[in-house]
């Protein structure tokens, strides 16, 4: 079965410093997909990124980076000079080969104070 | 393209009444999927759809759920004869046919049950 965790409930870091989101999964598929997504105090889900098990190239999207390291079912987030704009729950998701249903992990509440 | 819309973004009912609630997916996307969200938690998978299909129902969909997605294009989800404990954000998604894409999601139905 798949298993998302989230090891870190809350976060708080002040403005500009670096944070890094940990997200570790289980699954016993060879295919599987890896995503992020942002809830703001909005409510809504923003997709942030997906990944492929074939893939384990790091990726850097402006402040955000993401590091797979499939030896450790890892897939670990990092905000750069954090913003309070970054204030949010952040999920971390997993779906299996041509399962599309996503399994969530219970997400990281970060707090980015000014 | 607006994105995924739901309706209604709140919902207060008694115990025992029954709810239905929309969503709206984004237009060209094939695939519609509802999940719940309690308090502290990630997202739930409850139900996906390709077209008017529905495809897999979670565990947690008991009888007294329903959904349909009657011509591909909008789905309802109801819920009959209401308990305290369905008391949660219901979330709709869609995305694109094909190989796993990142699913996109609408701002939720709040449902209290009272």
């Known amino acids: 079965a798949q298993k998302v965790t989230q090891a870190q409930t809350e976060i708080s870091v002040v403005e500009k410093e670096d944070v890094t989101l940990d997200c570790v999964y289980e699954?016993?598929?060879?295919?599987?997909?890896l995503f992020w997504y942002k809830q703001p105090p909005s409510g809504e889900l923003v997709f942030l990124i997906r990944?492929?098990?074939?893939?384990?190239q790091n990726e850097i999207s402006g402040r955000y980076s993401w590091n797979f390291q499939k030896s450790t079912s890892s897939f670990n987030f990092t905000i750069t000079a954090s913003q309070v704009v970054d204030s949010a729950v952040y999920f971390c998701a997993l779906s299996e080969g041509s399962n599309y249903k996503l399994t969530f992990g219970k997400g990281t509440l970060l707090t980015v104070n000014p | 393209d607006t994105g995924v819309s739901q309706d209604p973004r709140h919902k207060i009912t008694k115990r025992g009444q029954n709810v239905t609630f929309r969503c709206d997916p984004i237009?060209?996307?094939?695939?519609l999927y509802w999940y719940r969200q309690t308090l502290g938690q990630g997202p739930e998978f409850l139900t996906y759809?390709?077209?008017?299909?529905?495809?897999?129902k979670s565990r947690l969909l008991s009888d007294r759920f329903s959904a349909e997605r009657p011509k591909g294009s909008f789905s309802t989800l109801e819920i009959q004869r209401t308990e305290q404990g369905d008391s949660a954000m219901y979330l709709c998604?869609?995305?694109?046919?094909?190989?796993?894409?990142?699913?996109?999601f609408g701002p939720g139905t709040r449902l209290t049950v009272t």
């Open positions: 237009s060209e996307h094939n695939r």
């Open positions: 699954t016993r598929d060879t295919t599987y997909y």
């Open positions: 759809f390709q077209n008017e299909a529905q495809l897999e």
């Open positions: 990944r492929n098990s074939f893939d384990e």
């Open positions: 998604a869609s995305s694109p046919a094909g190989l796993t894409y990142e699913q996109y």
